[in-house]
């Protein structure tokens, strides 16, 4: 470390942190913006620095409720990985993944991508069979795959309990380039980039409604912090997708519901990488800090509210000591939820919408947080060249009208039902 950086840390120590450079502007809101982005989550940060950095489009506004880190992006469980099934959807994730690859030299910022594998293990012929098609898929577009028989699980993970009556560990598919990724740093980092390309970030700046010219498109946002009119508006709010797509008169095929994920205390290294659970809907890594995060299913019933309830807790909690007796030992620290914007065939929309000028991207189920920066890439060309991206084509928001859904359940972790 130099002698200034060393008297910068000192000083700032010293003198209450008051010295610090901001990490992106703050500036005040523009009449005019070519493009804004209502969502300073990961996926409107994203778009916003494509836009900027791909497109060459700057004068852009990313218009955030709160303050940036306070929704989904820094309530998920970081995972990242390019696991799915379907052709319309494994591309994507692809692309995804080679993004997150490539993500910290483009950002200039340690984002703590992860590369540690993601396992999903199997407990019957018919899930190895699922698995081994899963896997088949993934091969076939580019990605990596590995079908591990029960004794290669067991080296790699020997902790799990594979003489479960019930669920026996027969095997696992194991993508060795998924992983986990900082989540709020992911945030700070596109926000960052976005902003030293001259895109403006508005925090404290709450959509209240849609501006509309004579014909009835969408020219604008009426905000907290006054009117700001644009040529194009792209929503990218995650769970709150409905409500404010509602604002222009749009009634989206999803609805919302609440996800918990939990933390342990601080422990010793114990687990690798991700393993999921293929008999019940839980996942569990271990973060860097020593603290085991897992999380299960949604809730049942739709809710905008960042919490959950003692149901789900339960069944995690069970889900957690049939896999992995030890973890009973383990003390939970805190849980928090995410708000999922569920699709009816769980898989994302990246699509202009029937009302000109607005622009959509929602739906993304539990695929939120791996798809940040492919989401971001897809719809910022959307955005800027009123075209859907080629690994993105298929996130058509008419789908559920034409009946070209793509059905990969919504589902998360297991190898049979993605």
């Given at each position: ?179 986990s990724a900082r989540h709020d ?169 029937p009302i000109e000028g607005l ?29 859907s991206h080629r690994v993105a ?26």
């Amino acid at each position: 470390m130099s002698r200034y950086s060393i008297f910068s840390l000192a000083r700032n120590a010293l003198t209450g942190h008051r010295h610090w450079d901001r990490a992106w502007r703050d500036p005040p809101p523009k009449p005019h913006y070519d493009i804004i982005v209502v969502g300073g989550g990961g996926h409107g940060l994203a778009t916003a620095h494509y836009l900027a950095k791909i497109h060459g489009i700057s004068r852009v506004a990313v218009i955030e409720k709160g303050w940036l880190g306070g929704g989904n992006v820094g309530r998920n469980t970081t995972i990242i990985r390019a696991n799915y099934l379907l052709d319309g959807n494994e591309p994507f994730y692809e692309w995804s993944l080679k993004l997150w690859e490539g993500l910290e030299q483009d950002l200039n910022y340690n984002a703590m991508v992860s590369q540690r594998g993601v396992l999903n293990l199997f407990h019957s012929d018919a899930e190895r069979d699922a698995a081994a098609r899963r896997g088949n898929a993934m091969l076939l577009h580019g990605s990596d795959a590995e079908l591990l028989h029960r004794d290669a699980v067991r080296k790699l993970c020997p902790f799990l309990d594979f003489d479960n009556a019930r669920f026996p560990i027969q095997g696992g598919l194991l993508q060795r380039r998924g992983g986990s990724a900082r989540h709020d740093a992911v945030a700070w980092g596109f926000a960052r980039a976005a902003s030293a390309r001259g895109v403006d970030i508005l925090q404290n700046c709450e959509v209240l409604a849609f501006l509309r010219d004579a014909a009835g498109a969408i020219v604008g946002v009426e905000t907290s912090r006054g009117s700001i009119s644009a040529n194009k508006v792209g929503i990218a709010v995650a769970g709150n997708s409905s409500r404010v797509a509602a604002m222009a008169g749009l009634r989206l095929p999803i609805e919302s519901h609440v996800l918990q994920a939990f933390v342990s205390e601080g422990l010793k290294p114990i687990i690798p990488g991700v393993v999921t659970f293929g008999a019940a809907h839980f996942y569990i890594s271990q973060s860097d800090k020593g603290g085991l995060v897992f999380g299960g299913d949604v809730d049942g019933y739709n809710s905008y509210a960042q919490r959950g309830n003692l149901p789900i807790v339960e069944d995690t909690c069970e889900s957690a000591m049939a896999l992995m007796p030890m973890v009973g030992r383990a003390r939970i620290l805190r849980s928090w939820g995410g708000i999922m914007d569920m699709s009816m065939d769980g898989s994302p929309i990246i699509d202009r919408s029937p009302i000109e000028g607005l622009y959509i991207n929602a739906g993304w189920c539990y695929g939120g947080f791996k798809a940040t920066p492919a989401s971001g890439w897809c719809f910022a060309h959307l955005l800027a060249t009123d075209r859907s991206h080629r690994v993105a084509e298929a996130f058509r928001l008419d789908r559920f009208m034409s009946g070209h859904i793509l059905d990969e359940k919504g589902k998360g972790p297991q190898p049979n039902l993605h």
